[in-house]
């Protein structure tokens, strides 16, 4: 069965400070593709990165990095310098080739609060 | 524009209505799926197409629930005999595969309240 976990509900941080949320998974798959959707108040999932589970490198996009760690199961994402516009619901997921569709498997969501 | 759009955005409805909501994917996705949201949750899947076809459905699709695709471009999704737990944000996505790698792209959700 998949499953993702984020264990943060919620954070509350002032402007400019880094803020990371986790993400852990369980997959049986060993090709899988995890996810980071960002849904702001208007309610609509907005796509930030992609990663599958043959590349563990990290990436930088701005004040985006996200940290793949296999060895522990786990896709962090941190925001460096925080905004008040990051403030959002963030959600991490899972999809592996067991799904046949690719459906996405989503974790519960950390809601970020940013405070000017 | 050139995302997925969703209509209608809102729907308040009595219980034992019948709903039916649209979705139009992304120009040459040719697949597309159904999530659904409730309050404080992650989005669940529902529903999948490829092109046409409808290829799976969760076990959280009710004999309620039913979602069509005819020419493999729009799709809707409508609930007969709503309940008030059918109160719940209403997501559709596509992808196509060739090119973004199961990226899946969601539009604006149609949010529904059942009275």
């Known amino acids: 069965a998949q499953k993702v976990t984020q264990a943060q509900t919620e954070i509350s941080v002032v402007e400019k400070e880094d803020v990371t949320l986790d993400c852990v998974y369980e997959t049986r798959d060993t090709t899988y593709y995890l996810f980071w959707y960002k849904q702001p108040p208007s309610g609509e999932l907005v796509f930030l990165i992609r990663?599958?589970?043959?590349?563990?490198q990290n990436e930088i996009s701005g004040r985006y990095s996200w940290n793949f760690q296999k060895s522990t199961s786990s896709f962090n994402f941190t925001i460096t310098a925080s905004q008040v516009v990051d403030s959002a619901v963030y959600f991490c997921?899972?999809?592996?080739?067991?799904?046949?569709?690719?459906?996405?498997?989503f974790g519960q969501g950390t809601r970020l609060t940013i405070n000017p | 524009d050139t995302g997925v759009s969703q209509n209608p955005r809102h729907k308040i409805t009595k219980r034992g209505q019948n709903v039916t909501f649209r979705c139009d994917p992304i120009?040459?996705?040719?697949?597309l799926y159904w999530y659904r949201q409730t309050l404080g949750q992650g989005p669940e899947f529902l529903t999948y197409f490829q092109n046409e076809a409808q290829l799976e459905k969760s076990r959280l699709l009710s004999d309620r629930f039913s979602a069509e695709r005819p020419k493999g471009s729009f799709s809707t999704l409508e609930i007969q005999r709503t309940e008030q737990g059918d109160s719940a944000m209403y997501l559709c996505a596509s992808s196509f595969p060739a090119t973004s790698a199961e990226t899946q792209y969601f539009g604006p959700g149609t949010r529904l309240l059942v009275l």
């Open positions: 120009s040459e996705h040719n697949r």
């Open positions: 997921a899972l999809s592996g080739r067991s799904q046949g569709a690719q459906k996405l498997v």
């Open positions: 990663r599958n589970s043959f590349d563990e």
